[in-house]
């Protein structure tokens, strides 16, 4: 029974299939284009949960023949949408962070200045190449040409985030460029400009 405890990533497939009715194949190319850029353990888990909301009575699970393969499609139940319901009801938790070459950066001065600017450079095309489908995405919607146009109201509630998001690390990328050049060739003799220690509390007093 403990198998079947729902998650958040249970609700968010849940929430896939509130919109529609989906097979397996369906799901997963739906959960890489809208869940994954905000909860990525949906794709991990995505051969589990609907399993899981059959067994709690969210969904139904009907097997179909295309051609001479079968495939299973899942729909929402009504309990299914009364679940879905009460968890949008609670406000959920915030954000949490994870940074590979942040955390590589913290300790910048183990290393060399080289490192830290190859380091650098990869967050920043990382931020252009995401920032890539978002784009394509947003001018989809903007000619109303998007999937789901008539829901375009919700997705660009995420779209909006994403598109700051993206945007601020390669703002802040190119900041740190700028920084870390201006170092000495052994980051651990490099000395903070305090006059942008002084920016930065300026801009974190916003709140």
Same mark, same amino acid.
């Given at each position: 029974?403990?198998s079947?405890r729902?998650?958040?990533t249970?609700?968010?497939v849940?929430g896939?299939?509130?919109v %529609?009715s ?10 890489? %284009? ?13 051969y ?5 909301l059959v067994?709690?009575g969210?969904?139904?699970?009907t097997?179909?023949t295309?051609?001479r393969r079968? %495939? ?10 009364a679940?879905?319901a ?8 915030g ?12 300790y ?9 600017? %190859?380091t ?21 919607y903007?000619a109303?040409?998007?999937?789901y146009?008539?829901r ?9 985030f ?15 460029t ?18 942008e ?11």
């Amino acid at each position: 029974m403990s198998s079947a405890r729902p998650t958040s990533t249970t609700f968010a497939v849940l929430g896939l299939l509130a919109v %529609r009715s989906w097979s397996t194949y369906e799901l997963t190319r739906q959960v890489q %284009r809208s869940l994954g850029r905000m909860w990525p353990r949906a794709e991990s888990r995505l051969y589990d949960e609907p399993k899981k909301l059959v067994t709690l009575g969210w969904a139904t699970a009907t097997t179909e023949t295309v051609g001479r393969r079968p %495939r299973t499609v899942y729909a929402i139940t009504e309990a299914g949408r009364a679940a879905l319901a009460g968890w949008l009801a609670e406000p959920g938790d915030g954000p949490v962070l994870e940074f590979e070459q942040l955390v590589k950066l913290a300790y910048a001065d183990h290393g060399t200045r080289e490192d830290a600017l %190859r380091t650098i450079a990869a967050a920043r095309d990382w931020a252009g190449k995401a920032n890539a489908g978002n784009l394509a995405a947003a001018r989809e919607y903007a000619a109303g040409e998007g999937p789901y146009q008539h829901r375009a109201a919700v997705p660009m509630l995420a779209g909006a985030f994403f598109t700051d998001f993206y945007a601020m690390v390669a703002r802040w990328a190119d900041w740190a460029t700028e920084q870390v050049e201006s170092w000495p060739e052994n980051p651990a003799d490099a000395v903070a400009d305090p006059a942008e220690l002084t920016a930065i509390a300026r801009k974190a007093d916003w709140s």
